[in-house]
């Protein structure tokens, strides 16, 4: 049974490649599902090791490249699940934004923890006209500990391939955040707003630890 130790720690490898899009997109635009993951992995695993990094300088370097290389349209559709249509475009506009900071000051202090893990991608799957999974694994140090599954939706675009989902040991990161978010909204009387007062909240903790 996965803890919610170890979900927030696979999910931190797949948010740092979701946040790391940047160079691998310009690379393997043409490229299969599997080498665009495979050089995504590559990219991902070399700013995990590098301590040369601040915290600021990668939430920086990471938000650029989230905006541009995610299709934030589809996440934020997912995660805000049924209330996407309750909202109006300007709840819309800053749930988009705030959920973008979210992921950022949430799982960027977490990335430094990361060193000597291995990503392989292992093979893909067509999922639709446009998707595709792709399966892989991240594995520590030799003999320190258990390889894990982590699993990419992916959807070609005009630009070329884009993370929609990301999937450690089978639990997906946006229904989790969906069911997450969803009870926010609940517990709130239904009401989105709600839900952008409590992201503003975590943020604002995030930001003075």
Request: hydrophobic letters at 35%; aromatic letters at 8%.
């Amino acid at each position: 049974m996965l803890t919610h130790a170890l979900i927030r720690r696979l999910f931190t490898a797949g948010v740092a490649a979701m946040l790391c899009l940047g160079s691998a997109q310009a690379v393997v635009s043409n490229a299969s599902p599997e080498d665009f993951i495979r050089s995504l992995g590559d990219e991902v695993i070399n700013i995990l090791v590098d301590k040369s990094l601040d915290q600021g300088s990668r939430e920086t370097k990471f938000h650029g490249m989230l905006v541009e290389y995610v299709d934030t349209d589809t996440v934020s559709r997912t995660v805000l699940g049924r209330y996407w249509n309750q909202a109006n475009d300007e709840q819309r506009k800053e749930f988009q934004d705030l959920y973008r900071e979210y992921l950022i000051r949430i799982y960027a202090s977490r990335f430094s923890k990361f060193s000597g893990e291995k990503f392989n991608v292992k093979n893909s799957r067509t999922e639709s006209d446009r998707d595709a999974l792709v399966i892989s694994s991240i594995e520590p140090p030799s003999g320190t500990g258990p390889v894990y599954g982590v699993n990419w939706r992916v959807r070609k675009t005009d630009g070329g391939y884009r993370v929609v989902d990301v999937m450690a040991e089978g639990v997906s990161l946006l229904v989790t955040h969906n069911q997450e978010f969803s009870s926010v909204i609940q517990n709130n009387g239904g009401r989105v707003q709600g839900l952008l007062e409590a992201l503003r909240k975590r943020i604002e903790t995030a930001k003075a630890r």
